[in-house]
């Protein structure tokens, strides 16, 4: 696999932004822990609806970077398929990774993406998600069942 993509300084400026704002689309009454996540397609557009949605049954919630790539698969006008970053941040302020089940959501579509962190000033870490997930399990892995 390749390297994720770098973004420029004016990217990650927007992404950290847009990021930041998003965690106020959370609906999030039982944790209070509320999460924004921000894509960035490979054409550069950006999807900045993603939010945690939680649920009174807790296994129905959805997580932010879920709402993101749900958003922009879905999307009617564009469909996209392939992303170069994504953005997450939380209200903790700290630096909040995405969990287990969202690396592998994001891995289906984006194996090499990279995943910005963002604090509440801005500052951020950038991990790519080879790095997360290694050794993941893809849609190639699949294809050898079918042959």
């Not at 950290?16 to 689309?25: G, H, M, N, V």
Request: net charge negative.
């Amino acid at each position: 696999m390749s390297a994720p993509m770098v973004l420029t300084s004016e990217e990650i400026k927007a992404l950290s932004e847009k990021t930041l704002d998003a965690r106020s689309l959370s609906y999030s009454p039982y944790s209070k822990f509320r999460v924004g996540a921000v894509l960035i397609a490979q054409d550069g557009t950006y999807f900045e609806a993603g939010a945690n949605v939680e649920n009174a049954s807790y296994g129905a919630c959805i997580c932010a970077e879920q709402t993101a790539i749900v958003k922009a698969v879905v999307s009617w006008t564009t469909g996209h398929k392939y992303f170069k970053a994504i953005g997450v941040a939380s209200s903790s302020g700290a630096y909040t990774s995405p969990c287990g089940i969202c690396r592998q959501v994001l891995r289906e579509f984006a194996p090499n993406i990279a995943i910005y962190m963002f604090a509440e000033d801005g500052t951020f870490v950038m991990e790519p998600l080879t790095a997360m997930l290694p050794r993941s399990f893809g849609p190639e892995n699949l294809d050898v069942i079918r042959e």
